[in-house]
Structure formats: C-alpha cells, structure tokens
C-alpha cells in the first residue's frame, strides 16, 4: 500500500512540476517583396503551446494558410494556390528551449518549421517587450519549401519572406 | 497486486500525457487536417484558376498595348488600315482576355475585397465601350469612304475611345501597382 502511494505522490509532484503557457492572442504578418510592390498580409489566427518540463520547454505554433488576409481577396487566392493551401493547409514551427530563458529580454530558438509539406530549421529571435508582448520573426526561404514563386511582368518575388510574430502567453490551462 | 498494476498503468498515462510532444490536437486543429483537407477537385480547380488567370493577366496587357497602338494610329484612320487592323486586333485580345477571366473558377464562399473590387467594376465600363468604340469606327469610316453626312453618335468615336483606353489602363494598373 505504501508503494503505491508512494508512486502516486511522485506522479502527482511531477505532473505538478510541468508548466504550460497557452497563446491568449498571436499574429503573423508576411511581406512579399517585388521589384514593383510591396505585399503584406496578416493571420490573426495564430495557435500555440508551450508546454516544459523540468528546465526544458517545447513549444508548438501553427497558422491555418487560407487565414492570412492581405488587401485584396483576389492576391489570397492567388497565394493560397501557390502554397497549395488545400494539399498542405497548416504551416507548423516547433522546437525546444530552457524555461530560464523564457522571460529573458531575448531569446534565441531553433526551429523546425513544417511549411509546404517541407521541413526546415530555422533560428528565431524572441523579443520580450514591457507589455508582455512577445515579437519575433522568420524569414522563410520559398526555393527551401519547393514553392514556385509567383511573377508579375517575367520577374519573380523575392526568395525570402520575412513573418513578423505578435504573440501573447498566458500561464496555465 | 491488480492494484499495484493499476496504479502503474494510471502513473505511466499521467506522466506520458503530460510530457508528450505537443501535437495540432493541443490547440485544438485535428491532427490529420491535411490529410482530410486534400481534395483533389479543389486543388484541379485552384490550379485551373492559377493558370487562367496568368493567362489573363498577360494577354490584358498585350491588350493594353496594342490598344496604345490603336490609339496612336487614330488620327491616321482615313488614310490607311493599320488603325482599323490594330483596332480588329486589340478588340479579339479583349474578348479572348475576359474569355480567361469569366471562365476561371472561384471557390465558394470568397467574398472580392480591396483592388480587385475595382478591377471587376471598371469592367462595367470598359466592356460596352469596347463593343460600342469599334462600332462607331466602322460606321465612321463607311460614311466616309461613301461621302455621307456622319451622324452625331459616330462621331463621338473618339470620345468613347478615351473612355475606353482610360477605364481599361486603370483596370489594368490596379492590379499591377501598389497605391
């Protein structure tokens, strides 16, 4: 009986000793950048988790691709038949980081980002700004995730397109 | 013992549900959304868009330019034909360009916002003076080359011209300039 006990009280203690912070709010603005224009468009759908153990967190963000709204309805269309949005519908970032440096000013993270049905890592830094607010941003690289560029007069987007994160935690369930 | 068991089996659930990698369930998006979501109507229709609507948008502006060229070659009209061909030429690339963008699908439910709100509705203007513009050319040029008197309709040739050239580049520019 005593064991038994004994391990509930350590299941329970190490259950106790996770921690979880959920997205309250998060935003992803891509720019698109052309010799004649400048695009941007922004998903306000962004979902996340970050979930530690011990000293080690592992974190979980995905964005719905057909969620990013620009301008113009007719440029979404467009970018979601380049990212084929009905093949591969969710765009994921996760990876791993110490719980030390989760309120730091700064953080600096490795990412595996599954987009295109392509997995790729990526270093992401995290800025904690006063409000709580933490910003970051990933520059993408199309050619990496086998996406055919789109072309306005022969000439093709530029390769990198830079996602700016807007994200809010909250601690607990 | 069977008591023992149980506690291990429920310990080992708690610990392995707690520490698990996280996955799309845990915030709530079903796992196998992309599976579930591949729909190969779908995706032959996005592709068909894609495709009509380049089409589109290289012959609308192969259209605007031999409609430059037309309207270069206006004051020219009663001299030679090159006017007349270029306008024939100009009015085919139209059509065949409105042809690519009324027969491209658009999937359900996408409500037209920004620019190409604008884009569709200068259309409303263009596409009557495009069947009107070379109507009166021809008219004009007729009673011309017979000797009679021009009514007052045909001679506003010009006027819906402008009309025309106007609403077609700004249609056109829209999509292609950022303002």
């Known amino acids: 009986m005593k064991s038994i006990i004994t391990l509930v009280l350590i299941s329970f203690s190490l259950i106790a000793y996770a921690e979880d912070y959920n ?35 592992q ?29 591969y519908p969710v765009a994921i970032a996760k990876g791993e980081f110490n719980l030390k440096e989760w309120n730091q000013a700064k953080l600096v993270i490795s990412a595996e980002v599954d ?15 006063v409000s709580g607010m933490q910003k970051t941003d990933l520059v993408l690289d199309l050619e990496a995730h086998k996406i055919e560029r789109p072309s306005l007069f022969t000439m093709k987007i530029e390769n990198t397109v830079p996602v700016h994160f807007k994200l809010q935690w909250k601690k607990g369930d | ?22 996955s799309l369930k845990d915030l709530g998006m079903p796992d ?52 007349m061909y270029l306008g024939i030429t100009t009015a085919a690339l ?13 999937p359900s439910g996408v409500i037209d916002r920004g620019r190409i709100k604008w ?13 009107i513009t070379p109507i009166l050319g021809y008219m004009y040029r007729k009673h011309e080359d017979e ?15 402008g009309i025309l050239y106007g609403s077609f580049a700004l249609s056109a520019s829209l999509m292609v300039i950022e303002f």
């Open chain 2, 94 to 106: 139209y059509f065949t360009t409105a042809y690519y963008s009324l027969t491209a699908p658009k």
């Open chain 2, 147 to 161: 000797g009679k008197k021009h009514g007052s309709l045909e001679k506003q040739h010009t006027t819906f011209a």
């Open chain 1, 23 to 57: 997205l309250v709010s998060g935003e992803a603005t891509y720019t698109v950048k052309h010799t004649f224009k400048k695009v941007e468009g922004t998903s306000r759908e962004v979902k996340g988790k970050v979930q530690c153990k011990e000293q080690l967190c």
């Open chain 1, 59 to 87: 974190f979980l963000l995905a964005i719905k691709v057909d969620t990013f709204l620009s301008s113009d309805s007719n440029r979404d269309l467009n970018m979601q038949t380049t990212l084929e949005s009905s093949k």
């Open chain 1, 115 to 129: 987009f295109h049905g392509i997995k790729k890592q990526y270093t992401m830094t995290l800025v904690n700004d």
């Open chain 2, 119 to 131: 884009h569709k509705a200068l259309a409303w203007i263009h596409f009557p003076a495009m069947i």
């Open chain 2, 1 to 22: 013992m069977k008591i023992l068991f149980l506690s291990c089996f429920v310990i080992t659930h708690f610990i392995s549900s707690a520490y698990a990698q996280l």
């Open chain 2, 32 to 83: 196998t959304v992309a599976v579930e979501r591949q729909d190969p109507k779908l995706q032959f229709e996005m592709k068909e868009r894609k495709s009509k609507l380049k089409t589109h948008e290289v012959l609308g502006l192969t259209t605007l330019g031999a409609m430059t060229a037309t309207l270069l070659t206006g004051n020219t009209a009663l001299d030679s034909n090159v006017h």
